[in-house]
């Protein structure tokens, strides 16, 4: 045991950079594994295309026998990509994704006539057993049944050989049991709210849209030298030893040259994303040691944050291949720099406008301050809801705790805006 370490440096300093074979150009693969609007003017129904589209636009409800034809679709054209399973894909208050394979096979009752099926009943709900996820107390276990329900915004993807279906998780009563449902909710009363103010300015506004570009800052640590840190597979954070001998005193890191090893691991990460359409842009250094900062360009919000927790799962499983532990804990060293996730929002009308930006007229210039008040307003209003919505043991020890001011709900807009 006390030599474990002394080989886990020798065996990551005599690793060499995988070898990433460029797929294609970016414009090309993006979003071959994503059964987006090309796939479905492929694969559906003309009937059947509608309903998906004034589901995603409008909010209707898509007719049960209208849910067989998607189904039959988005099968076949999963099948022609070799897919051998099918999952409905959730957010559970978990702080993670989860997931329960089943196989596009059934037989008859004799267990002859085997076929692949996937039909409207499948994609639409399925029942996972909810006893063993966090609910809040709200409910006994053995009153725990929990339903997923398809999340037509949100579009089916292939991940490996399995078709995974973006849903809600809720409980038999209705009571959120993910970060999905909730968001859903806020984002229809968003709409309702912000267009009928928007109309004011311009009376072809039907549809206001929160958009989100995220930041993922990240630590990447050889597999041995995490292996050989049992506080780290533990908890994602050191826990003792001593402060490292170089910290971030020159901030020389920053914006740096990317290492070879790591900059093949970034290239096979964007291949993967490109595949599953989320459009990653930037990869750089970050401040820390060993830190860096992958960020996409922004997308309507509900999509940007499912993009973000596939990444992470997706970032794991590309790291392995590399032989690397990606760390995603807000505060895993102490003495340097800490790992955050700007969130870069603002507010769209469907005629184009970014309403949180400021107009070149009079009349735009008005619309741009109503918007931009009334969010301070709601942010003074409602900060303690803001607070809540964002605290968890890994963040809070990092926020106010031992790297960033105060952990409190502020509102900064800058020298120009405040005279």
């Known amino acids: 045991m006390s030599t474990i370490r002394f080989k886990s440096i020798e065996k990551a300093n005599s690793r060499t950079p995988i070898f990433v074979e460029e797929l294609d150009k970016k414009?090309?693969?993006?979003?071959?594994?994503?059964?987006?609007?090309?796939?479905?003017?492929?694969?559906?129904?003309?009937?059947?295309?509608?309903?998906?589209?004034?589901?995603?636009?409008?909010?209707?409800?898509?007719?049960?026998?209208?849910?067989?034809?998607?189904?039959?679709?988005?099968?076949?054209?999963?099948?022609?990509?070799?897919?051998?399973?099918?999952?409905?894909?959730?957010?559970?208050?978990?702080g993670g994704t989860a997931e329960k394979?089943?196989?596009?096979?059934?037989?008859?009752?004799?267990?002859?006539d085997p076929v692949e099926k996937f039909g409207g009943d499948q994609l639409v709900q399925q029942e996972p057993d909810a006893s063993s996820f966090p609910n809040g107390g709200i409910r006994n276990t053995f009153e725990a049944r929990g339903y997923t329900a398809w999340d037509p915004s949100s579009p089916a993807f292939i991940l490996g050989t399995t078709l995974c279906i973006p849903t809600v998780f809720i409980s038999y009563t209705g009571e959120a049991l993910d970060n999905k449902t909730p968001l859903l909710?806020?984002?229809?009363?968003?709409?309702?709210?912000?267009?009928?103010?928007?109309?004011?300015?311009?009376?072809?506004?039907?549809?206001?849209?929160?958009t989100l570009g995220w930041e993922q800052e990240y630590f990447l640590v050889d597999k041995s030298l995490?292996?050989?840190?049992?506080?780290?597979?533990?908890?994602?954070?050191?826990?003792?030893?001593?402060?490292?001998?170089?910290?971030?005193?020159?901030?020389?890191?920053?914006?740096?040259?990317?290492p070879n090893r790591v900059l093949n691991y970034m290239r096979d990460l964007e291949n993967e994303c490109m595949l599953l359409g989320i459009p990653v842009k930037t990869r750089h250094n970050e401040v820390a040691p060993s830190q860096f900062e992958l960020a996409p360009i922004f997308e309507e919000i509900n999509l940007a944050v499912d993009h973000n927790s596939l990444l992470?799962?997706?970032?794991?499983?590309?790291?392995?291949?590399?032989?690397?532990?990606?760390l995603f804990h807000e505060?895993?060293?102490?003495?340097?720099?800490?790992?955050?996730?700007?969130?870069?929002?603002?507010?769209?009308?469907?005629?184009?406008?970014?309403?949180?930006?400021?107009?070149?007229t009079p009349m735009s210039n008005l619309q741009f301050l109503t918007f931009f008040i009334n969010t301070i307003k709601a942010v003074h209003d409602y900060e303690e809801l803001l607070r809540a919505s964002i605290a968890s043991a890994s963040n809070d020890h990092r926020l106010g705790a031992n790297e960033a001011p105060p952990a409190i709900i502020s509102v900064f807009i800058g020298t120009q805006l405040t005279h």
């Not at 909710?185 to 849209?209: M, S």
Request: charged content about 25%; glycine content about 8%.
């Open 226 to 258: 995490a292996n050989a840190r049992p506080d780290i597979m533990a908890t994602g954070r050191t826990l003792l030893g001593h402060t490292a001998a170089k910290g971030q005193q020159l901030e020389d890191h920053y914006f740096g040259s990317i």
């Open 312 to 326: 992470m799962d997706v970032m794991q499983k590309v790291a392995d291949r590399h032989d690397y532990k990606v």
């Open 331 to 360: 505060k895993p060293y102490k003495g340097v720099n800490g790992s955050g996730k700007h969130n870069n929002w603002s507010l769209a009308t469907d005629t184009g406008i970014n309403l949180l930006a400021p107009g070149k």
């Open 185 to 210: 909710r806020a984002l229809n009363a968003i709409d309702e709210a912000a267009t009928e103010v928007a109309k004011y300015f311009d009376k072809n506004v039907k549809k206001v849209t929160p």
């Open 27 to 94: 414009s090309i693969i993006f979003g071959s594994n994503v059964f987006n609007d090309k796939a479905m003017r492929k694969f559906l129904t003309s009937d059947a295309y509608k309903a998906v589209k004034s589901a995603t636009q409008k909010g209707t409800k898509i007719d049960r026998k209208l849910a067989d034809y998607i189904a039959m679709g988005m099968k076949e054209w999963a099948l022609s990509k070799g897919v051998t399973h099918y999952t409905h894909w959730f957010q559970p208050l978990t």
């Open 101 to 112: 394979h089943d196989a596009f096979f059934e037989t008859s009752f004799d267990g002859s």
